[in-house]
């Protein structure tokens, strides 16, 4: 039984609002080749294999059994987590801290380009009775818990506006985000709106992409060259019924950022965490985020944004990456993006996106509306 868990393989395509030029399986593969070498395995080494993948956004049932080609993982054990990209995560470390496995693939991918419309997939989601009869559009849904958001808070849009201008800047420094540009606050405000008080540049774009990491058991990590550990993970499902949800709060974020943090021995995540990245699938959720993993008080993460302490030389770097919104939103392989942009932060190896001493982080990931399902991961180099 071991320990320690760590990510020894980092492999990751570059995501693409569209890749006509590749299958999926062929994202797979790149990002598989390059975790493999990055961890120093082969494919005859792996245990066991982790594929995050809902049928419901690939159209195909069973998804799991198209992976294990371009994975080298014939005649591995293979699962599928119809669920968050940490719930994938956490999966393997589990099968590593119960000594079932020593390297464990995780993987997961989004061909968002083979979807014509997003809305009638994501409507699918919603309870059956109650709540599709409505057809409510999945971004209604978030525009009304944004709206909900802002009045409890005492958020102002123009925070919200400001979550969008940072991320997007951040992205001009990191070589494998598509959406990278110059936007200010006003241009956010004065786009179109998209579900009021929802802007259409305040929701990350889709993308295509695929990532991949090793895990390892703490003897197996110790024999690879740059490990970062996985000192906390915690994941949960809030109800997704319509009715029964808490619309100003990220309930899922706090309680899994406290399973972390237990798990971590973190006591105080403001000043123990680094930095962090969280989901942005709307720019809302960054600073309500923020405010469910203790990172930033009640009502202040959009104060700390409009201040400048979110950016990558603020007191609290956050989604230096450019994070979905400026990397591209790709269903449940979005929390593995991430996770892979907080490992390379800690290696120090994100070049001009890379923050000073960044030795712990923490990841926040949500599945989307209309679930209440989201995670959180501390990261550290040793």
């Known amino acids: 039984m071991s320990e320690g868990v760590a990510i020894v393989g980092v492999g990751a395509a570059v995501p693409r609002p569209l890749s006509r030029d590749v299958s999926y ?40 059994e198209y992976v294990p080609d371009q994975l080298g993982a014939v005649l591995k054990p293979v699962q599928t987590i119809a669920g968050d ?24 991918h989004c061909k968002s380009s083979n979807i014509l ?10 309870d059956p009775v109650y709540d599709r ?34 991320n997007r800047a951040h992205a001009l420094d990191n070589p494998v985000a598509p959406f990278g540009a110059r936007i200010h606050t006003d241009d956010v405000l004065a786009s179109s709106p998209l579900c009021e008080p929802l802007r ?29 550990w996985i000192r906390g993970i915690g994941w949960i499902s809030d109800s997704p019924w319509l009715a029964m949800r808490e619309w100003a709060d990220a309930v899922y974020a706090s309680l899994s950022a406290q399973m972390a943090y237990q798990m971590a021995g973190i006591a ?6 680094g930095f962090a990245e969280v989901d942005d699938t709307y720019a809302y959720k960054e600073l309500q985020h923020l405010e469910a993993a203790q990172l930033a008080p009640r009502g ?21 990456s450019g994070g979905s919104l400026g990397m591209g939103y790709c269903f449940d392989a979005s929390a593995l993006y991430r996770i892979a942009e907080a490992a390379r932060q800690i290696r120090g190896e994100s070049g001009r996106a890379q923050v000073a001493h960044a030795t712990t982080g923490l990841v926040i ?12 991961v501390v990261l550290n180099a040793d």
């Open 85 to 108: 990209g940490v719930q994938g995560v956490a999966t393997g470390f589990m099968l590593i801290r119960t000594g079932i496995a020593d390297l464990v693939v995780i993987e997961s």
């Open 365 to 376: 990931s949500w599945r989307g509306v209309p679930t209440q399902s989201g995670g959180a």
């Open 25 to 64: 399986r062929e994202m797979i593969f790149d990002a598989a080749t390059r975790a493999h070498t990055d961890a120093g395995v082969t494919h005859h080494e792996i245990d066991s294999v982790v594929s995050v993948c809902e049928d419901l956004h690939e159209g195909t049932s069973i998804t799991d």
């Open 117 to 126: 419309r997003h809305g009638d997939v994501l409507e699918m989601a919603l």
């Open 300 to 320: 202040r993460a959009g104060v700390m944004t409009l201040a400048g302490e979110t950016r990558r030389d603020g007191r609290l770097p956050v989604n230096c």
């Open 268 to 273: 105080s995540p403001a000043e123990e965490i």
């Open 133 to 166: 009869p409505l057809r409510a559009n999945p971004h209604y849904i978030a525009g009304m818990e944004m709206r909900r958001y802002l009045h409890e808070s005492g958020t102002t849009e123009e925070a919200v506006a400001a979550v969008v201008s940072k």
């Open 200 to 228: 259409v540049l305040e929701m990350s774009p889709y993308a295509d992409g695929a990532v991949v990491f090793v895990l390892a058991s703490e003897e197996r990590a110790r024999r690879c060259p740059r490990p970062v």
